[in-house]
């Protein structure tokens, strides 16, 4: 049985991109779902091309115009261009595309490698396109919660009352098991999901990579894939993954910039009001399939991590505001899981505890300084205690009742 489950991006690419004769790029991990959602955004009378496809590769190359002629005969107004960006000048054969075609075609561009990457130096793209990023799937997508404003959200996430319906603890269980990947998850089984993550690796690595890059040594870049979720959550030495790779510290940076490229996993830096500053500090990386991870409590803060990127992104995809997720860390090492960032003011912090209901005290250190209000997500369903201290207002509170709406 196929479980259809409308991705919450979805209305925002028909109505800001689409019907505005705008181009929508939509990019993500490889398998979180983008044919799908690219598929379901087709109407009755579309193509869907995928680089992979030898037949669309020759007809591309040879003439991009007969593609269009082709559409345009069967009165095709909407076409799917996946993988495109695997062509080398893409970029300039889509913009002559589009110039020529874009009234009278709308067009999606997917891909599993990072398309904003690609749009950077030159853009000859820019003015033709929205971009939006696909995550896995998050909890409030499993339950189909009700979308709302963001004016609505920011005080309803200060005021959240009662609990959210019965499976969203079933829900936010299968997500810590499986991760947020469509094929593992709603498998729910640990065979699929063992020969999923195995797959997955090797299409990354074996094809991907090599389709992006000239690494010839991708043994070792398996390697320090194997080696990421045992630093997820920590400030990432590169000297560390250099010795263990016995690599020089550039090509080391280069691979984790591969992998950063091909959504294995993302990376949060340090907040500070200098940029240049934050931009120099190591980062902490999480891993988009957080599943792979080991120790509970760094899986648990990466599924929180994950929720919250995929929260930011969707916020300033959609125009509603430009959201930015950090983490906080100060000179005597103390730390905060994340902060979120609203329009270049601090929002909300927030920490990860699986288990623990007692505040580390560290908190109020950063919550004197900036001023925002603090939430600490836990595991356990049923939590929600509210606290006014000093520093400001402090939440412990269930991850299925604070996801369930953010």
Not at 50 to 76: C, G, H, T, V
Not at 212 to 232: G, N
Request: aromatic share 10%; net charge positive.
């Amino acid at each position: 049985m196929v479980i259809m489950i409308r991705r919450e991006i979805s209305p925002f690419i028909e109505s800001l991109a689409l019907k505005r004769n705008k181009m929508a790029f939509i990019s993500g991990p490889r398998q979180c779902g983008k044919t799908t959602l690219a598929k379901d955004l087709l109407l009755d009378k579309s193509f869907y091309f995928n680089w992979d496809q030898l037949k669309f590769r020759q007809l591309w190359i040879k003439s991009p115009e007969l593609l269009a002629e082709q559409s345009l005969a069967a009165m095709a107004p909407r076409i799917v261009l996946d993988e495109l960006h695997k062509s080398r000048n893409w970029k300039r054969e889509l913009k002559g595309f589009y110039d020529e075609f874009g009234e009278q075609i709308q067009i999606l561009v997917t891909g599993s490698s990072k398309l904003d990457t690609y749009r950077k130096g030159g853009d000859s793209l820019l003015g033709r396109f929205y971009h939006f990023h696909l995550h896995p799937l998050s909890l409030s997508e499993l339950l189909s919660s009700k979308k709302i404003s963001f004016k609505e959200l920011e005080h309803l996430i200060l005021s959240i009352k009662g609990w959210p319906e019965a499976k969203a603890k079933t829900e936010v269980e299968s997500l810590f098991r499986f991760g947020g990947f469509p094929e593992p998850l709603l498998s729910d089984r640990e065979d699929i999901h063992s020969l999923w993550q195995k797959n997955r690796i090797d299409l990354l690595i074996k094809q991907d990579l090599r389709d992006l890059s000239q690494v010839h040594e991708l043994s070792k870049v398996e390697i320090l894939a194997a080696l990421l979720p045992l630093k997820v959550g920590s400030p990432l030495s590169t000297e560390s993954l250099r010795e263990d790779l016995e690599v020089a510290f550039t090509t080391t940076q280069k691979w984790l910039l591969l992998l950063k490229t091909l959504f294995y996993h993302f990376e949060l830096k340090p907040y500070s009001k200098s940029i240049s500053r934050s931009l120099k500090k190591e980062g902490k990386i999480y891993l988009y399939d957080w599943s792979s991870i080991e120790s509970p409590g760094a899986r648990f803060e990466n599924m929180v991590a994950s929720h919250l990127l995929k929260f930011c992104h969707s916020i300033s995809d959609t125009g509603t505001a430009e959201m930015e997720l950090f983490y906080l860390r100060d000179k005597e090492k103390r730390e905060i899981d994340f902060l979120l960032v609203k329009n270049k003011k601090p929002w909300i912090t927030v920490e990860a505890k699986i288990h623990d209901l007692n505040l580390d005290k560290s908190f109020q250190v950063f919550q004197k300084k900036l001023g925002v209000p603090h939430f600490q997500i836990v595991m356990p369903s049923k939590i929600d205690r509210f606290l006014k201290m000093e520093t400001g207002n402090v939440r412990i509170i269930s991850f299925d009742t604070f996801f369930s709406v953010l």
